[in-house]
């Protein structure tokens, strides 16, 4: 079966401090893509983050850096130096031949950062 | 380049009653497609439109319906609302050409069933 879990429901940080997202995937696919999104109060879903199944390569881009580890199926996210801007609803999302390639989302974590 | 704009952005109707939502995504993509958000349920995957064509849907029931113009717009409808269809509808679009695309989403409609 096809689940993404973060088991974080919320995060609140102060303002700098660096804080990783949590996200545990489940499919039974070997091609498979994960994602992360951000929803900010506004309501759309922002697109951060994208990693298929064959690249387990992690990579930093600015203030964010991922962790994909694909022998605990974990793909974690993490803000370095934490802004108030970054608080949000954090989304990580799996996508395989399952759902037809649609996302499948886990239910988000609310983070807070505050100054 | 404009975004994905989805009217109304609110919308309130009452039980039995039957709306459509609107989505225009971003020019030159082909692909649109819907998911439901809820505090309980999270979000969840409706369906896909590309090129007019439905090619994907998820597990909601037939009162769930959309249609896409060969303009790439979309709507979506529900028919006979119940309470629990209160929900943010959001719409995504991508160039529909691969699997691992990135969505674009707009800002949501909120529908609240009475």
């Known amino acids: 079966a096809q689940k993404v879990t973060q088991a974080q429901t919320e995060i609140s940080v102060v303002e700098k401090e660096d804080v990783t997202l949590d996200c545990v995937y489940e499919?039974?696919?070997?091609?498979?893509?994960l994602f992360w999104y951000k929803q900010p109060p506004s309501g759309e879903l922002v697109f951060l983050i994208r990693?298929?199944?064959?690249?387990?390569q992690n990579e930093i881009s600015g203030r964010y850096s991922w962790n994909f580890q694909k022998s605990t199926s974990s793909f974690n996210f993490t803000i370095t130096a934490s802004q108030v801007v970054d608080s949000a609803v954090y989304f990580c999302?799996?996508?395989?031949?399952?759902?037809?390639?649609?996302?499948?989302f886990g239910k988000g974590t609310s983070l807070l950062v505050t100054p | 380049k404009a975004g994905v704009t989805q009217t109304p952005r609110y919308l309130i109707k009452t039980r039995g009653q039957q709306v459509t939502l609107s989505c225009s995504p971003i020019?030159?993509?082909?692909?649109v497609s819907w998911y439901q958000q809820t505090p309980g349920q999270g979000l969840q995957f409706l369906f896909e439109?590309?090129?007019?064509?439905?090619?994907n849907k998820g597990n909601f029931p037939g009162r769930f319906s959309g249609r896409q113009f060969s303009n790439s717009r979309s709507e979506m409808n529900v028919s006979t609302l119940e309470l629990g269809d209160s929900a943010l509808y959001l719409c995504?679009?991508?160039?529909?050409?691969?699997?691992?695309?990135?969505?674009?989403f707009g800002s949501g409609t909120q529908l609240s069933v009475l």
């Open positions: 990693r298929n199944s064959f690249d387990e």
């Open positions: 999302a799996l996508s395989d031949s399952n759902s037809g390639y649609a996302l499948n």
């Open positions: 499919t039974r696919d070997t091609t498979y893509y």
């Open positions: 439109y590309f090129s007019e064509t439905q090619r």
């Open positions: 995504a679009s991508s160039l529909g050409t691969g699997s691992n695309e990135k969505l674009f």
């Open positions: 020019s030159g993509h082909r692909s």
